[in-house]
C-alpha cells in the first residue's frame, strides 16, 4: 500500500501494533540495548508529509516529524533527488582532508538566514549535543571564561557536557555522572507557572541576580538558552526575556548561545524562533530541521569569535557529511520555494483554534502554548497548575492506539507536544486532533 498523499489516506487501525510489528519488536528486544525506548508500538515502513505507514500497511498521522525533523515532510522529493544526486557523486572525503563546495554553500546558507547582518562563520557537525558542546568550545576559548550557565528545564543533549546542561535527570542524567564542571543553572521564564506578576524583563531580572551572584560575569563564558524550551515542556518564554539576557550578556562580554535546534528552521513560522523576539544571538545551533532528517548540525556566529579558535581547533570525522550539505541546500529551497514559513503560522492558526476549544470546555488543559507548528498543552489537576502526568500519558497512549504519533515532554511530564511536518494537510491535521479531542474524553 503506498502513502496517499493526495486523497484522504485510511487512517487503518485495525489492529495496531500489526503481526509485523510484533514480531519485529520483539527482535528489537533480543538485539537492541533496553535503553533505547520506543514511543510508538509501531515500526516504519515509509513516511511522506503527515503520514507514516508502518510494516503492516497501517498510515499514521505524524504529530511528531521524528522529534521536530522531518519539518519539510519525511523524504521530501526536493530532498530526495538532491541526495541520490550526491550519494551517486561521493558520499564522503572528510571536509578537512579534501574540502567540498556542499559544505560551504550549507555555511554561506545559514549565515545569511541567521539573525544579523554581521560578519558570520559557520562550522557544521552531525548532531545537535555536538554542535552544543562546540558552541561552548568556541564562547570558552573567545572568552578564555570556563563558567557556562543553562537554564530550569533547559535540554541540550545526551553528551557528558551537554548533560551537565541538561535540567532534567530521570532519563537523561540519572546514573551518567559526573558531569562536566562551570556549569550553573538560572531560573527560566514559565509564564504558565510565574503567573502575570512575572513580565519577561522581571523574569530575565530575577535570573540575573542568580548568575550575577552565583556565578559573576567575569568568569563566564555563554549563557546558553532555548528560545523556545522544548524537552523541558515547549516552554515559550515571557516576551522581553530572552533580549534583556541578549542585552546583560553583550554588557557584560557574555557569549549568547541560541540553542534553535528543536525550535529552528522555519519550525515555528519564523527561520529562528529568536526572530520572534527581534534578538542577535552571538552563536546561534541549529540541527534536526536543517536536513530534512539526515544528521547535519551547525554553530553560526560572529565571525570574531568563531574566528578566535586556532586552525585544527573544531572538526571531526563526518561533520557537514556531502550528503547531508546537498539534503540542506534543498530543505533551504524548499522551505523558500513552498512558503513554509507561512504554512508554520497557518498551522498555528488552526491547532490553537482547535485546542482552544478543547481548552475552553476542559480545566485539565492548563495551558496551550507554541510558536508556529510547535504547539503544547500542559496537562494539570482541574483549575490548578500542579501537573497531571498520567493523563498525559494516557493521552499519548491512546493517540498512539488510534495511529497517530503523538509526543509528551516537560519536567514534569505532563505536555502534549505537536510537532507536525509543515507539509502536513489540514485535513490530516484534524483527524489527528480529532483523536486527542477523543483521547482526553476517554480520559475522564
Ligand atoms: C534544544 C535541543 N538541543 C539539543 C538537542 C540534542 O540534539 P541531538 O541531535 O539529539 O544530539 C535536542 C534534541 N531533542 C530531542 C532529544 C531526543 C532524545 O534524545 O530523547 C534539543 O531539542
Not at 148 to 176: Q, S
Not at 199 to 222: C, F, S, T, Y
Not at 287 to 297: D, E, H, N, Q
Not at 327 to 341: M, N, R, S, T, W
Amino acid at each position: 500500500m503506498s502513502l496517499s498523499t493526495t486523497t484522504p489516506a485510511p487512517l487503518t487501525t485495525a489492529e495496531l501494533p500489526g503481526p509485523l510489528s510484533r514480531d519485529l519488536m520483539a527482535r528489537k528486544q533480543a538485539a537492541v540495548a533496553d535503553g533505547v525506548g520506543t514511543t510508538m508500538p509501531v515500526f516504519a515502513a515509509r513516511a511522506h508529509g503527515g503520514l507514516v505507514e508502518d510494516v503492516d500497511g497501517n498510515e499514521l498521522i505524524d504529530l511528531g516529524s521524528g522529534i521536530a525533523v522531518t519539518t519539510v515532510g519525511a523524504s521530501h522529493p526536493a530532498v530526495v533527488e538532491a541526495v541520490q544526486r550526491q550519494v551517486a557523486e561521493f558520499t564522503h572525503t572528510c571536509f578537512m582532508v579534501t574540502p567540498y563546495e556542499p559544505y560551504v554553500r550549507v555555511a554561506e546558507r545559514l549565515n545569511a538566514l541567521t539573525p544579523g547582518d554581521h560578519d558570520k562563520r559557520t562550522v557544521l557537525f552531525n548532531s545537535g549535543a555536538e554542535a552544543v558542546e562546540n558552541a561552548i568550545k568556541i564562547a570558552r576559548h573567545a572568552t578564555k571564561r570556563s563558567a557556562v550557565v543553562a537554564f530550569d528545564h533547559a535540554y541540550h543533549g545526551r553528551t557528558n557536557l551537554t548533560m551537565a546542561l541538561t535540567a532534567k535527570a530521570m532519563p537523561y542524567k540519572a546514573g551518567f555522572g559526573p558531569f562536566a564542571p562551570d556549569v550553573f543553572r538560572a531560573p527560566m521564564s514559565y509564564p504558565f507557572r510565574d503567573g502575570a506578576g512575572v513580565d519577561g524583563p522581571a523574569a530575565a531580572r530575577r535570573a540575573i541576580d542568580v548568575i550575577e551572584k552565583q556565578v559573576g560575569a567575569g568568569d563566564l563564558a555563554a549563557v546558553v538558552i532555548e528560545p523556545i524550551q522544548g524537552e523541558g515542556g515547549f516552554i515559550v518564554p515571557a516576551p522581553g526575556f530572552l533580549a534583556a539576557l541578549a542585552d546583560w550578556c553583550a554588557a557584560n562580554g557574555v557569549v549568547f548561545i541560541a540553542d534553535e535546534v528543536q525550535s529552528g528552521i522555519a519550525r515555528t513560522g519564523r527561520m529562528f524562533a529568536v526572530d520572534h523576539e527581534g534578538v542577535v544571538p552571538d552563536l546561534v545551533v541549529s540541527a534536526k530541521g536543517i536536513a530534512g532528517g539526515l544528521p547535519l548540525s551547525a554553530v553560526t556566529g560572529r565571525a570574531e569569535l568563531m574566528n578566535s579558535v586556532h586552525v585544527g581547533g573544531l572538526g571531526g570525522t563526518y561533520g557537514g557529511n556531502p550528503i547531508a550539505c546537498a539534503a540542506a541546500l534543498a530543505v533551504f529551497d524548499v522551505i523558500e520555494q513552498d512558503g513554509l514559513l507561512q504554512r508554520a503560522l497557518d498551522i498555528e492558526q488552526l491547532v490553537r483554534g482547535r485546542l482552544g476549544e478543547l481548552q475552553a470546555a476542559d480545566p485539565r488543559i492548563g495551558d496551550v502554548r507554541g510558536r508556529g507548528a510547535m504547539l503544547a498543552i500542559e496537562l494539570v489537576q482541574p483549575g490548578t497548575t500542579d501537573p497531571d502526568p498520567a493523563l498525559t500519558k494516557a493521552v499519548a497512549a491512546y493517540a498512539h492506539s488510534r495511529g497517530v504519533v503523538a509526543l509528551t515532554c516537560g519536567t514534569h511530564g505532563n505536555v502534549l507536544r505537536l510537532l507536525p511536518p509543515l507539509t502536513i494537510t489540514d485535513e490530516q491535521l484534524h483527524r489527528g486532533l480529532d483523536v486527542l479531542a477523543d483521547a482526553l474524553a476517554a480520559a475522564r
